[in-house]
């Protein structure tokens, strides 16, 4: 009995020291240097230009405090092209991507602000950069309609969904590296949602092909 004891205590002990050593540390937003949002997303690219049109993009539907809790950074902008088509696109980075923190999806911000969401598809967004998966939503509220296109990233890696996002944060969490994340969101004020797809899809094209190799991997995984 009093060997068993010892053993199960000996078992706890190893345990919480393993629970200590194996707890990531580094943060992998230490490694960025200078990624910073309003400077490495351009305001003018391809044949697209930042404007003000009075339109608000939804940045998050939470309290502001929560926001400054979740982000680290956010960017907000409206860009329209030189066929005055308009894309809105918003870029919410945090550096703590830790189980205790995490990105809020479109899903959830925007019912959260009185939109209806169709059900969201996968697909892939083929650029000259590459491949990037991305999930595919149309948010309603009275005559609103719009149409969203956006990807997350955990770490360097465009995540799809809870589990695949569950297993890259573990598996950063056994390299001892607590990854950033960041969600890239385009949507566009448009009733006829595959219209405003191609459209948001020949934006993020335009786009990721003015980034840095180095940001373009931050923000697209590619």
């Known amino acids: 009995m009093v060997l068993k004891k010892i053993i199960l205590m000996l078992l706890m002990i190893f345990a919480a020291i393993a629970a200590i050593n194996l707890r990531p540390t580094h943060k992998m937003a230490s490694d960025r240097q200078g990624f910073v949002l309003e400077q490495i997303i351009p305001k003018q690219f391809g044949s697209w230009k930042e404007i003000d049109t009075g339109i608000k993009p939804i940045v998050n539907p939470h309290l502001e405090s929560l926001i400054h809790k979740i982000y680290n950074q956010t960017l907000s902008r409206t860009y329209m092209n030189d066929k005055d088509e308009i894309v809105m696109l918003?870029?919410?980075?945090?550096?703590?991507?830790?189980?205790?923190?995490?990105?809020?999806?479109?899903?959830v911000?925007?019912?959260?602000?009185?939109?209806?969401?169709?059900?969201w598809k996968t697909g892939d967004l083929s650029t000259s950069k590459g491949t990037v998966k991305v999930k595919r939503l149309v948010g309603t509220m009275g005559p609103r309609v719009e149409p969203i296109t956006y990807w997350t990233t955990i770490g360097n890696k465009v995540v799809i969904g809870n589990k695949e996002t569950k297993l890259e944060k573990l598996n950063y969490g056994l390299h001892g590296v607590i990854p950033d994340g960041l969600l890239f969101r385009t949507s566009s004020i448009n009733t006829d949602p595959e219209l405003a797809f191609k459209k948001q899809n020949a934006f993020i094209n335009d786009l990721l092909a003015a980034l840095s190799p180095n940001d373009l991997k931050s923000i697209a995984g590619l």
Request: net charge negative.
């Open 90 to 107: 918003v870029i919410a980075y945090g550096e703590d991507q830790s189980d205790s923190t995490g990105l809020h999806y479109p899903e």
């Open 109 to 119: 911000c925007y019912p959260a602000q009185g939109f209806q969401i169709s059900p």
